[in-house]
Structure formats: C-alpha cells, structure tokens
C-alpha cells in the first residue's frame, strides 16, 4: 500500500489513502454487485500510478479515462494523480469527434478505455499526435495497434508496477474538467491538488457526510459534482454505489436496493424522479438529497419532500471553475426555498456591479467567488482564463502576485439577511421590448402551473421586440398539454413583457446537455435552423 506522510490529505490520491490506513476493509466502492474495500482500491492506486510511470508518463501528463463508471474509471483517475500525471475524465456519452477535440486540447499522452470504445474511436485517434499509449480495461489489448499506438491491457499495467512517481505538491495541476460548453467548443477547467482535496472537506462538512454514508454516484464523473462523490465519500471512508442508469427509475431502484443515504443530481433528473412513487421506507435511510447545476423548481422541491418527509434537502449552486460557491441549509428551506444559500465553508462570495463594487441588497450583479477552491484557468486559453479569473477591485497589495477570483457570468442577488437568489447566466438572459428576462423565472412559473413535465424557455430574435420568448415545454404524465391554458396561466402570474409569445409542445423528453441538463443551446440552434426567428 502506498505510504503516505500525514494523516491529513493534502494531494487528491491520499483521500482514499488515508482511509484505507485507517479502514482497510471497509466497503469503498460498489459496482454492478461487486465490492472494492479501501484496501483494494489503495492497493490498485498504487500500482496503476507506478504503471503510468513505467509508461514514460512525465511529471504532469495528462492521462485521459474515456470510460462508464467501474472500478477502473475510479482506479485510473486517483491512479494518475498518484503518478503525478493529470486526469482528464471524459464523458462517457461523448461523440469520437469530441473526444478527439478533447484529447488533442490537453495534449493526451495516454489514454483509458474499453476495447469498445476503442472501436468508436480507432477513426479519429491519428488526428491526436501526441497520443503515446493506449490502456485497455478489458480484452480488447491484442487487438491490432491504433495509428502505430501500443495498446497495454489493464493487468500488464497494474503488474508492470516498477515506475517512481513524480513528486508533487498541492498548487501541481491534478485534472482538467471540460465544461459542456455554453458556447463554442467546450473548455477545460484546470484544477490542482488544493482545488479538489478543499472542496472535498468543504462539502462533506455541511453535508455531514460520515463514514456510514452509502452515496450513490449517479451524475458522470467528468462533471464537477459526479467526480466530488467520489472526493467527498473517500474523505470521510464512505462507501460509493457507481451507477449507469437510463431510465430515472433505476436512480430510485438504486437507492432502494443499496439503502443509499446521499443522492446528488441535477434538476432534470429530480423533475423525473418526483413524478415516480417513492416508497415510503426511503426516508428511514435517505439522509439528504442535494440539488446542483441548475435551480430545482419549486413544484418538484415540494414533491420530493412529500415524498420523502425525513430526507433533509441541500440546494447547493457552484461552478466547474471553482468546484461548489453556495448551500441552502436545509432549515431554511421552509423560509426561502428558491435561494443558493450562502457561501460553503472556506470560500467568500461576492456581488459585485459591473465596475467591481459591491451591490447593495436586492441589486442584481454578478456573483464572484474567491478562495482555495477556484481553479487555476482554462487549459491553453490565456483570453478565456483573462476573461474570467481576474483580480478582485479593492483587494490587491504590494506583492508581486495577486489572487485571483473568478467571475461566474451569473447573475444573483441578496435579500437582507445575505442570502442569495439566482437570476439567471448573462449569456441567457433574454432582452425582449427593453427589459431584461431570466429564463428561470419564466420556467418556475411554467412548473407552478403544474401542466408541464419538462420545460425551457427561450429568446428567438425578432425585429420589434429584440428578442421573442418562446417556451418549449413537455406534458405531465401521460396527460396532454394544452398551450392556450398554459399561457393563460402564465398571464395570469407574470407581467405581460414576461409572458411566452409561443409554447411549443414536445412529447419526449427534452435535449440534455453531457452534464444532464437541459439543453437550451440546442434547442435554441434547432428553432434557428428551421427559420423560427422572426416568425414568432
């Protein structure tokens, strides 16, 4: 087993470490039926990462894992931080297309997957130069080269077992997490040792998690929230149930058959699950659920809670360039449940107007966060790291570095008492006959007329107005939806700038994003392409 200096984590790979020293048999991981003890998987750690230096892996190399959640998923990403490599998750669900862009981006020298995948990807892969190795977690390593590509299967990497690792230290770059991209190709958030080991103290300390906890990873762990499943349960020795679901149905199934005693997900897959029937029992082991990435509207906050009246419910807001900014404790719920709450522990959160002072309470601006948990920039993007890490107005000093805060793009505010609102992210807000529309306090009314099961609300262009709002929403159940009803609701509950000038009614389920939620960019490209603009 690896050993390790100090009992308290300060490099990613020594959250499991430590844990495994002081809980060797402990349950750490369980997939498909099977077990991982913290044991096993410090064991594996450690001889994946020498494996990766027996590669040739330089100090910093980034090591790209294209797989579904498994062991190996888990194993090759800390195995890469203990290396001193830097991991890159990639979306399971992604195009060979996209995974190309990505690992031409950072300049992969290895990459992780399945035989499989490797078959998706064998066309794309010459168009990635600096590809040096490819490891495959299944049989699929005696298949034929890919663009003059060694291929090595998992257990000659684990055996090989003979590499130094690099030395590191927490301000080293551990992973580049590439966002879904609101707009152009998707960027790579890159983040150190200290960003990942302080978000994972941070969040398990509101959320209470303990050593008992049964979480369930349900979210891909090439997003922010998905990968602090793992971060969170190895700091505190919990266990961790990994799931590929496809129907919402298996969430639930899974947390009924694992007593799961943490859900995280995103609103799109809470609005799914509210329409399911909970079985009452899931409240005697529950202990929270967590909303992120995105506002849960108030009708399924309400459902989720009927159903499960003991589950304490976390709405949490954060950001992939600085982990997580905000909670909602749960005893406030009842008093503003539409708030993010306040900052989490060990960040500050500012609001600040367009010239960097503060706002006053009530005043929209931007939310600004500072702390050990924002990142480090966007790989090879010094116009996009500029444009978004900057330095506070008011904090800098004499020295020759100065700290860098990052600037979300999102638009929130306070009431009396601190507390934040979110209004929406700037790029998506709708300007329409002079004013300015949040979407989400469009679609919060849409979810209140309790007629719809999913919903977005969009800004087409339009030659009078500026911009034209249109819902697109589906119905609820297997119900119809009627969208002059719809709208009459809406008139009903919101100034007329702000009522839909058209609902387009869907039958399936809306486009989501990699990160599961709801795509409003597609949809927005989907309505232009068809000549929706004007017409509306």
Known sequence: MISINNSVAALLHELPLNSALKMPEAPCLEFAGQRLSYADLADAIECFGRGLVALDLPRGGRVAVFLE???????????????????VPVNPILKPQQVAYILRDCNVVVLVTSSERLQLLRPVLAACPDLRHIVVVDDGAHADP????????????????????????????????????????PKGVVLSHQNMVAGATSVASYLGNVSSDVILAALPLSFDAGFSQLTTAFHVGAKVVLLNYLLPRDVLNAVVAARVTGLTAVPPLYIQLAHLRWPTTVSEHLRYFANTGGRMPLETLKSLRAALPKTRPFLMYGLTEAFRATYLPPEEVDRRPDSIGKAIPNAEILVLRADGTPCAAHEPGELVQRGALVGLGYWNDPGKTAERFRPLPGLESGLVTTELAVFSGDTVRTDDEGFLYFIGRQDEMIKTSGYRVSPNEVEEVLYGSQMVGECAVLGLPHQVLGQAIVAVATPLGDGALDPVRLLGHCRDQLPAYMVPGHVDVRAGPLPRNPNGKIDRKELLREFLAAGEGDRR
């Open 146 to 185: 890919v663009a003059s590509v060694p291929l090595h299967g998992w257990r000659q990497v684990l055996d090989a077992n003979t590499g130094s690792r690099h030395r590191v230290i927490d301000r080293d770059v551990v992973a580049i997490l590439y966002t879904s991209g609101s707009t152009g190709m």
């Open 69 to 87: 959640k498994r062991f190996e998923t888990a194993v090759a990403c800390f195995g890469a931080a203990a290396a001193g490599g830097v991991f």
